[in-house]
C-alpha cells in the first residue's frame, strides 16, 4: 500500500517536471534559454519515472533490475553533450565575438581562435605517449 | 607485462560491471563474460586512450556525487518555479566566463557535464586553451555568484579527486 503510494508520487513528479520541461520549450524566448529546460526534462522527469520503475520491480515483482541505473547514467553521458553541440550551433549562428564575455585567459573562445599547440602543462604520462608514437 | 594486459583498470572494471548491469542477472558464467570484455576491450582501444587520469578517493567521488544529486533535485524546483511563474521580460540571462584552475580533461568533461546537468546552467563553450569554460545561466541577478559557486562546489571537489 504505502510502496503503491510512493510508486505513484515518483510518477507523477516525474510527469510534472517532463510537462514542465516541454512547456518551458514553448514559453522562453531564445535558443539559450530554450536549452534550459529539456535538461529538467532528462533529470528530475526521466529520474522520477527511473525510480517509481525499480520500486515497482523491487516490491511488486521481487526482481531486481539495474537498467534503469543504466539508462540514467547513459543519460548523465549523452545529454551534456547534445547540449553542448546545440550551445556551439547556436554561438556560431546567432551570437558575434563582442557578445560573448571575454575568456580571461590569453587565447580566445574556441570557435574563434584557433587552439595552441597543446594544452598548457599536459600530464606527464601524455607526453610521454605522445613521443612514443 | 601487467600493465600491457590491463591498461585501464578502472574501464575494466566499469565494463564488467555495466555487462553485468545490462544482462540483468548475477551468475559465474556472465561475470566471466564480463571479466573477459571488460579486459579486452581496454586491450583493443588502448591506442585511442592517451592518458590514464589519475583519479583518487573513491569517497571523495562518492560526496561528489551525491551532491551533485542534490543539487540537480534543488535547480529542477527552482527552474521549474521559474518557467511557470516568471514572465520571460524578467528572466534576466547572462553569459558567465568560469576560468578554470582544472588542467586534467577528464576532469574538465566532467566538471562540464555536470555544470549542464544541473538545471539553470548550461556550458556551451571552452577557451580554445582549454582552460576557461563558458557557461549560461537562464536566470540570474549576480553572474559572479553562479562563477564562484561553480568554482567552490564542484571546481574545488574535482581537484581533489584529479590530481
Known amino acids: 500500500m504505502i510502496v503503491d503510494v510512493i510508486i505513484s508520487i515518483c510518477l507523477v513528479v516525474g510527469g510534472i517536471f517532463g510537462i514542465v520541461g516541454s512547456y518551458g520549450l514553448i514559453k522562453l524566448q531564445d535558443t539559450m534559454q530554450r536549452l534550459h529546460a529539456p535538461t529538467k526534462a532528462t533529470t528530475l522527469g526521466v529520474g522520477g519515472v527511473l525510480v517509481a520503475s525499480m520500486l515497482y520491480f523491487l516490491f511488486k515483482e521481487d526482481t531486481y533490475t539495474f537498467h534503469e541505473l543504466l539508462i540514467s547514467a547513459f543519460l548523465f553521458l549523452t545529454a551534456p553533450i547534445t547540449a553542448h553541440f546545440m550551445a556551439k550551433t547556436h554561438i556560431r549562428m546567432r551570437e558575434l565575438r563582442g557578445t560573448l564575455p571575454e575568456t580571461q585567459r590569453k587565447h580566445g573562445w574556441s570557435l574563434y581562435d584557433t587552439p595552441p599547440e597543446m594544452l598548457t602543462d599536459p600530464p606527464a604520462d601524455e607526453v610521454k605517449s605522445l613521443e612514443s608514437r | ?163
Open chain 2, 1 to 163: 607485462m601487467l600493465k600491457k594486459l590491463i591498461p585501464h583498470p578502472l574501464l575494466s572494471l566499469t565494463l564488467t560491471v555495466v555487462w553485468l548491469m545490462l544482462v540483468n542477472k548475477f551468475s559465474l558464467g556472465n561475470l566471466l563474460l564480463g571479466g573477459v570484455l571488460g579486459l579486452l576491450i581496454p586491450v583493443l582501444t588502448a591506442p585511442y586512450w592517451p592518458g590514464r587520469p589519475n583519479v583518487r578517493g573513491p569517497f571523495k567521488m562518492v560526496e561528489y556525487v551525491l551532491i551533485v544529486i542534490w543539487d540537480i533535485i534543488v535547480a529542477n524546483v527552482e527552474v521549474a518555479l521559474l518557467i511557470l511563474f516568471k514572465p520571460n521580460r524578467d528572466l534576466k540571462s547572462a553569459w558567465v566566463t568560469v576560468p578554470l584552475d582544472l588542467r586534467s580533461p577528464e576532469a574538465i568533461t566532467v566538471l562540464a557535464g555536470t555544470i549542464t546537468m544541473t538545471p539553470g546552467t548550461v556550458s556551451a563553450m571552452l577557451s580554445s586553451c582549454g582552460t576557461s569554460i563558458l557557461v549560461h545561466c537562464l536566470h540570474t541577478d549576480d553572474p559572479e555568484a553562479v562563477r564562484d559557486e561553480i568554482k567552490n562546489r564542484y571546481e574545488r571537489r574535482l581537484k581533489e579527486i584529479f590530481q
